[in-house]
T-cell receptor
């Protein structure tokens, strides 16, 4: 079955610690995205990548970093500079970046601060 | 800057009571408008893509319509399993980015 996997499902971060969220897709999609969702709110774009070894900042990139070394993988690091990291993090992918490409989402990772 | 506003924030219906969810948008050069369903603690599930004013799409009890300023998601004779948060998103001239609304949380009581 093709799809997007995210791990872990829950992640706990101590103050001052960097943590990395995993996102893998086997859909052979070119583009991948990271979103943050806070309670009762929609999705806000953190970073996106349209091709391997290239990525762009979204609307709320501060305190986050990404890499795209392989087509199928797009890990997100939440750094200690992100002062309010508690949220639900969603990874998505699209076949390309043409008109109206459908985004397919993973199951999400919930990050909590200890 | 692209903007999406969804209303109402929450909607409670009795089973079989039809209604509509609204998505108002401003976007520079609409490339696509998307509807997703999201269950608690899960990732959004794709429902529809609409590309131009006048377009309509249907799936089971759901029907999505599009004008130049807004989209409606009509729910006909809903069932309790239709309870979820429904998200609307638009994609403008920056094809790499989608802007999402805050969603409408639908609860259908048996």
């Amino acid at each position: 079955d093709g799809g997007i996997t995210q791990s872990p499902k829950y992640l706990f971060r101590k103050e001052g610690q960097n943590v990395t969220l995993s996102c893998e897709q086997n859909l052979n999609h070119d583009a991948m995205y990271w979103y943050r969702q806070d309670p009762g709110q929609g999705l806000r774009l953190i970073y996106y990548s349209q091709i391997v070894n290239d990525f762009q900042k979204g609307d709320i990139a501060e305190g986050y970093s990404v890499s795209r070394e392989k087509k199928e993988s797009f890990p997100l690091t939440v750094t200690s500079a992100q002062k309010n990291p508690t949220a639900f993090y969603l990874c998505a992918s699209t076949r390309g970046v043409l008109i109206g490409e459908t985004q397919y989402f993973g199951p999400g990772t919930r990050l909590l601060v200890l | 800057e692209d903007q999406v506003t969804q209303s109402p924030e929450a909607l409670r219906l009795q089973e079989g009571e039809s209604s509509s969810l609204n998505c108002s948008y401003t976007v520079s050069g609409l490339r696509g408008l998307f509807w997703y369903r999201q269950d608690p603690g899960k990732g959004p599930e794709f429902l529809f893509t609409l590309y131009s004013a006048g377009e309509e799409k249907e799936k089971e009890r759901l029907k999505a319509t599009l004008t130049k300023k807004e989209s409606f998601l009509h729910i006909t004779a809903p069932k309790p399993e239709d309870s979820a948060t429904y998200l609307c998103a638009v994609q403008g001239t920056n094809a790499g980015k989608s802007t999402f609304g805050d969603g409408t949380t639908l609860t259908v009581k048996p």
